[in-house]
């Protein structure tokens, strides 16, 4: 059964530090992988990646995938009080547009 | 571009009462897909449509049903509301390559 595993499910840091978040997938005929940020409501598009070893960057986030040992990270430097959200990885199903998403790492940044 | 469109934003039911939240996708996607969010699953998918045709179903009982029609709106119905039916829905719409953008969601609350 297709499944994606985050961690860890919760972190709290202050700002300024730097985090990793974690996930790690099996899905059959791997197409690609995708990070959401989710704050209050609506999953917002983070990065989506395909190849394996290429760093997606985007400000102060990054991605990168390891499509042979099956996971990605996400890294956030100098992590802000506005960071603080529901980090949401996610991989489409074989031949369909069924996305099967993580549990999600919950991150808490303090002053 | 206009964004994925869910309403209504909130509904309250009682138990036993049906409901039906819309999806209005961005302009010139024809597939559409719905998941359930609650803080102990997750989130969790119900169905997948492209051109009118439920492509995919997801592990939810005969009460959850959804709909596309011909402008790729969709609906989705839920039959004799249970408490457990209180979560976030929400919708979301993909285009040509492989992005996926979520609407804002509906907050059910089943009293």
């Known amino acids: 059964e297709d499944k994606v595993v985050q961690s860890p499910l919760s972190l709290v840091v202050h700002e300024g530090d730097t985090v990793t978040l974690n996930c790690s997938y099996e899905?059959?005929?791997?197409?690609?992988l995708l990070w959401y940020k989710q704050e209050k409501k609506a999953p917002t598009f983070l990065f989506m990646l395909?190849?394996?070893?290429i760093e997606k960057k985007s400000g102060r986030l990054s991605s990168i995938l390891d499509k042979k040992e099956l996971f990605s990270i996400l890294n956030i430097t100098a992590t802000q009080t506005g960071d603080s959200a529901v980090y949401l990885c996610?991989?489409?199903?074989?031949?369909?547009?069924?996305?099967?998403f993580g549990t999600g790492t919950r991150l808490q940044v303090f002053p | 571009k206009a964004g994925v469109t869910q309403t209504p934003r909130y509904l309250i039911k009682t138990r036993g009462q049906q409901v039906t939240l819309s999806c209005s996708p961005i302009?010139?996607?024809?597939?559409v897909s719905w998941y359930q969010q609650t803080p102990g699953q997750g989130l969790q998918f119900l169905f997948e449509?492209?051109?009118?045709?439920?492509?995919n179903k997801g592990n939810f009982p005969g009460r959850f049903s959804g709909r596309q029609f011909s402008n790729s709106r969709s609906e989705m119905n839920v039959s004799t509301l249970e408490l457990g039916d209180s979560a976030l829905y929400l919708c979301a719409s993909r285009g040509q390559g492989n992005g996926y953008t979520f609407g804002s969601g509906t907050r059910l609350t089943v009293v």
């Open positions: 996610a991989v489409p199903a074989y031949n369909t547009d069924k996305l099967i």
């Open positions: 449509y492209f051109s009118e045709t439920q492509r």
């Open positions: 899905v059959t005929n791997f197409r690609s």
């Open positions: 395909t190849s394996s070893g």
């Open positions: 302009s010139g996607h024809r597939s």
